[in-house]
Every structure is written in structure tokens, then in C-alpha cells.
């Protein structure tokens, strides 16, 4: 199965694509994961896209569908695909139909995670993480129990992500809006689009996930 896994930053679409590759071995195709493994690794594919980065420019539509094409052909018989940040536009919905017909797949499903505004705001900038182990915390939903130590190495400094703030993360959910806008309707045609509500409990969450996929 094949699936699009769309939601804001925040909303937990990597948690959830990390929960079906775990259940039922399917792919996350993240096209900038792809694209810096790809140069990293030096292929063909990733040579191009490091020349193009390099000048400053955004790496084409034809480069990213050649990546996506790359990463498909490696896949197991029978495995599935969670592709997550592409496509973002209609041209590259489009593509990726053409992409999976010419390898005789097809894209069963196209799961948003709903999220609200205002909560995502307080979910994403009252997070902070252990500056030692990484262990992550909230300001409201998750305080270490004995204030200012750390629950797994007991260590007293923690950090914020810079970009962990109200403007920025207003911004995303704009961007992401704009981005879906063009997408959405071309699926809610084909009648594969599923909603979530992505503010609910993770594993609630995952296990709505589990019953569109099993219809």
C-alpha cells in the first residue's frame, strides 16, 4: 500500500509514519531525507541535486521524481510506501502518478492529520529537551519530576529549538496551507482522502490510522 501522510510540522506525522514502518514495514519516503542521503552516498541522482544546492538553487521537480523513482525500485516485493513532503504541488501529484504507473502501483490513500492552530502553537513552543540525553519535555503536558533534573540522566541543563516559537510556528501552518491547497482536491476526487484528528492521543491517532488503512 501507498499512502501520502500530509499534517503541519507538530502534528505528529513523524511519529505516525515511524509507527507504520514499524507495524507493517513500509517505507518513509521523506523527499529531504532522500535528497541529503542521496548526496551524501554520491549517486547520480545525488550528484545533480549537490550541484544544484550548491549554486543555491531548488532542486527541480525532475530530480526529486528521478530520487522517488531511485527509492521505489529498492523497495521490497509487496512493500509499501508512506511518502511524506511530497507531492506539495499539483505538477508533482501528477508526477507521482506517473511514477507509480510506470512501476504498477497505485496510491491507495492520502491521510491529513487536522490539527488546531492555537493548540499546535502551545503543543510545539512549550517543548524543550534534556541538553545531555535528549529526553523531551513540555511546559505543561510533560515537567520532569523533581523540577529542573533530568528523569533519564538526572543532568540540570536543557534546551529550545530556536525556531520553537509562536511566529514561526504560525508561518509553517501558513506555508502548509498554501502547499496542500493546490493537492488536496485532485485526491478528494479520486475519493482516497481521510482525515484525522491529529490533537488526539497518540495512540489514538494510531489507531485511526490503522482503520482507514484496512478498509
Keep these: 500500500m501507498d499512502i501520502i501522510l500530509l499534517g503541519p510540522p507538530g502534528a505528529g506525522k513523524g511519529t505516525q509514519a515511524q509507527r507504520l514502518v514499524e507495524r507493517h514495514g513500509m517505507r518513509q519516503l521523506s523527499t529531504g531525507d532522500m535528497l541529503r542521503a542521496a548526496v551524501k552516498a554520491g549517486s547520480p541522482v545525488g ?9 543555491g538553487e531548488l532542486v527541480s521537480d525532475e530530480i526529486v521524481s528521478a530520487l522517488i523513482g531511485e527509492e521505489l ?15 506539495r504541488t499539483a505538477a508533482q501529484a501528477k508526477s507521482l502518478d506517473a511514477i507509480l504507473a510506470a512501476r504498477g502501483r497505485t ?9 488546531d492552530e492555537d493548540a499546535l502553537v502551545a503543543r510545539i513552543c512549550g517543548r524543550y ?6 529526553k523531551g519535555y513540555h511546559d505543561t503536558f510533560e515537567q520532569p519530576k523533581v523540577p529542573g533534573t533530568c528523569d533519564k540522566c538526572g543532568s540540570h541543563e536543557f534546551k529550545r529549538r530556536p525556531d520553537d ?9 501558513g506555508e502548509y496551507r498554501a ?21 488526539a492521543d497518540i495512540d489514538n491517532v494510531t489507531a485511526a490510522i490503522e482503520g482507514i488503512i484496512k478498509r
Design 107 to 115: 496510491l491507495a490513500q492520502v491521510i491529513e492529520l487536522e490539527v
Design 165 to 173: 516559537n509562536e511566529d514561526t510556528v504560525r508561518t509553517r501552518m
Design 179 to 199: 502547499k496542500t491547497a493546490p493537492i488536496l482536491p485532485i485526491y478528494e476526487a479520486r475519493g482516497i482522502v481521510a482525515r484525522v484528528d491529529g490533537m
Design 129 to 134: 529537551t534534556c541538553a545531555n540525553c535528549g
Design 73 to 87: 525500485d529498492a523497495l521490497a516485493t509487496g512493500q509499501g510506501a508512506i511518502f511524506d513532503g511530497y507531492p
Design 47 to 55: 550528484l545533480q541535486a549537490k550541484a544544484v544546492m550548491e549554486r
